[in-house]
């Protein structure tokens, strides 16, 4: 089966640096991918990781490690307009993507 | 930057009618899902397309589902027979080749009444 777990919700503050965590168990893995999702928008492509390591985007970044199902994204530098939903979705063998719950993230001033 | 495009932005049915969900893929994109999102759930895999074929369909895209591409751009889901629980938001998503990120367009809400 497919079995995607991240935080339901997670707050910082503006200017600070925020990790995002998600395990994952999945029947084939073909990369891991985290979207950002305004509410009442469609989700946004932030960042992926297919070998293990570090992948770093400005002021995002995501790690994975396919031995322990896990990955997290890092944002750096919070800002006021990074609340959103994060989404951290696993590609399977065949190209379909399985999302997880999402994580809400809400960045106080 | 190229967009995925869907129309309408909001459809609003009869239950029991039927529905057909428009989507644009980025141009020289191959391969195409639609997904779905309920009110507070999560995006959920419907099917994904290939070289005029369906390639991978979920549990969820039973006999009332179906989809199209009609021609060299568009990319339909048809919903026939709309039940309540049908209401949500849809996403059509498109992708290059295999290693590329999905795009996703901006969705229709879906209400069925």
């Known amino acids: 089966g497919q079995n995607i777990d991240q935080p339901t919700e997670m707050t910082a503050t503006e200017g600070a640096i925020v990790q995002i965590n998600c395990t994952y168990q999945t029947s084939g893995f073909n990369g891991l991918f985290w979207y950002q999702q305004h509410a009442g928008e469609a989700p946004t492509f932030l960042s992926y990781n297919v070998l293990d390591g570090l992948e770093e985007k400005g002021r995002f970044s995501s790690f994975l490690s396919r031995s322990k199902g896990y990955s997290y994204l890092l944002l750096k530098e919070l800002q006021m307009k990074d609340s959103a939903s994060y989404l951290c979705a696993v590609n399977n063998a065949g190209n379909m993507l399985t999302f997880g719950g999402g994580t809400r993230l809400m960045v106080k001033p | 930057e190229p967009e995925v495009t869907q129309t309408p932005s909001h459809q609003v049915t009869q239950m029991g009618q039927e529905v057909i969900l428009r989507c644009v893929p980025i141009s020289n994109h191959l391969y195409f899902y639609w997904y779905r999102q309920i009110l507070g759930q999560k995006v959920e895999f419907l099917v994904s397309?290939?070289?005029?074929?369906?390639?991978?369909k979920s549990e969820i895209f039973d006999d009332q589902f179906s989809v199209e591409r009609p021609d060299g751009s568009n990319f339909t889901l048809k919903i026939r027979s709309t039940k309540l629980e049908d209401s949500a938001m849809y996403f059509c998503?498109?992708?290059?080749?295999?290693?590329?990120?999905?795009?996703f367009g901006d969705g229709t809400r879906l209400s069925i009444l």
């Open positions: 998503a498109s992708k290059g080749d295999p290693s590329q990120p999905q795009h």
């Open positions: 397309f290939y070289n005029n074929e369906i390639s991978e």
